[in-house]
C-alpha cells in the first residue's frame, strides 16, 4: 500500500515522512512502557539519569540539562523534584556562579541508572537495531544525524529554548 499523498512531497518523501513521525509516536511510548514496567522509571526519567551518568562528576547545570532532553526548564525542574524524592538526582548550588543550579546524580541514582540500562538497551535493540540490516543501521544513523543538526539544541529550533 502506498504512502498517502503529502501535497508537496515525493512519494518517496511522504512514505519516509509517515514512517519517521509513526517512530517518533510509537517508539518512545514502547520504550516508556518498557522502562515504567520493569524499572519503575520514565523514559523521560532514564534519559535524565543517562545524561547526567555521561557528563564528569555526575552533574550538569540544569539550563544545559533542559536543553540535552529537549525540554522545558520547568518540566525538568518536576523532573528533577521527582528524581531527588527517590534519593537519585540533587540540586546543588554551582560553586563557580551561585546564580546557577546543578543536578547531580546520586549513587544511588548511579546504581539505578545501571540497574534499568541492560533492559533498555534489549529493548532498543529488539525494537530498532533487530529489524535492521547493518546497512540500513549505518544508513539511519547517516540520515537522522543530518536531522539532528538541523533541529537539536544546536540547530535551528534552539532558539526557542533559549
Same mark, same amino acid.
Given at each position: 500500500?502506498?504512502?498517502?499523498?503529502?501535497?508537496?512531497?515525493?512519494?518517496?518523501?511522504?512514505?519516509?515522512?509517515?514512517?519517521?513521525? +509513526?517512530? *517518533?509516536?510509537?517508539?518512545?511510548?514502547?520504550? @516508556?512502557?518498557?522502562?515504567?514496567? =520493569?524499572? +519503575?522509571?520514565?523514559?523521560?526519567?532514564?534519559?535524565? /539519569?543517562?545524561?547526567?551518568?555521561?557528563?564528569?562528576? =555526575?552533574?550538569?547545570? /540544569?539550563?544545559?540539562?533542559?536543553? &540535552?532532553?529537549?525540554?522545558?526548564?520547568?518540566?525538568?525542574?518536576?523532573?528533577? @523534584?521527582?528524581?531527588?524524592?527517590?534519593?537519585?538526582?540533587? &540540586?546543588?548550588? @554551582?560553586?563557580?556562579?551561585?546564580?546557577? *543550579?546543578?543536578?547531580?546524580? *546520586?549513587?544511588?541514582?548511579?546504581?539505578? #541508572?545501571?540497574?534499568?540500562?541492560? +533492559?533498555?538497551?534489549?529493548?532498543? &535493540?529488539?525494537?530498532?537495531? =533487530?529489524?535492521?540490516?547493518?546497512?540500513?543501521?549505518?544508513?539511519?544513523?547517516?540520515?537522522?544525524?543530518?536531522? #539532528?543538526?538541523?533541529? +537539536?539544541? &544546536?540547530?535551528?529550533?534552539?532558539?526557542?529554548?533559549?
Amino acid at each position: 500500500m502506498a504512502a498517502p499523498r503529502i501535497p508537496g512531497l515525493s512519494d518517496q518523501e511522504a512514505s519516509a515522512w509517515m514512517a519517521l513521525i +509513526g517512530t *517518533t509516536i510509537w517508539l518512545p511510548a514502547a520504550l @516508556d512502557l518498557q522502562l515504567q514496567r =520493569d524499572s +519503575g522509571i520514565s523514559h523521560f526519567e532514564f534519559g535524565v /539519569m543517562s545524561a547526567l551518568v555521561r557528563q564528569p562528576g =555526575d552533574t550538569m547545570r /540544569m539550563k544545559e540539562l533542559a536543553l &540535552r532532553t529537549n525540554s522545558a526548564l520547568s518540566r525538568l525542574s518536576r523532573v528533577v @523534584d521527582r528524581l531527588d524524592g527517590h534519593g537519585w538526582v540533587e &540540586r546543588e548550588p @554551582d560553586p563557580d556562579d551561585g546564580r546557577v *543550579t546543578l543536578a547531580v546524580l *546520586t549513587a544511588a541514582g548511579r546504581r539505578k #541508572v545501571a540497574s534499568a540500562t541492560p +533492559g533498555h538497551v534489549a529493548a532498543v &535493540r529488539s525494537l530498532v537495531f =533487530d529489524q535492521m540490516s547493518p546497512d540500513q543501521i549505518r544508513g539511519l544513523a547517516e540520515a537522522l544525524s543530518k536531522v #539532528v543538526e538541523a533541529t +537539536g539544541p &544546536r540547530g535551528a529550533c534552539s532558539s526557542r529554548m533559549n
